[in-house]
């Protein structure tokens, strides 16, 4: 846990540097590889966690459910709501 913290804290700097529409580009492309592999990462919360799979597909759906929305809404609002997430969207 702790190595994941450092490597997240490692790189933050870039990703806060990152545009706001390039950020969104990699958002959408982690909801596509989530989507693409729904199945197998069902099984795999399934097993770590002793649910059944339908139940660990439920979940997964509930979590998807909305998230495309604030998607959008982030590659709308660059520069205006979203002040300071990254040094081009200020203006």
């Not at 759906?61 to 002040?83: S, T």
């Amino acid at each position: 846990m702790d190595a994941a913290v450092q490597a997240a804290a490692g790189a933050f700097p870039a990703w806060r540097d990152t545009p706001v529409t390039r950020r969104v580009q990699v958002m959408f492309k982690v909801r596509e590889l989530l989507d693409r592999h729904l199945h197998d990462l069902a099984v795999l919360l399934a097993t770590e966690m002793g649910k059944d799979l339908r139940g660990s597909e439920g979940r997964r759906a509930e979590g998807h459910r909305g998230g495309g929305a604030g998607l959008c809404d982030a590659g709308h609002d660059a520069g205006d709501a979203l002040m300071n997430v990254s040094r081009d969207s200020i203006q």
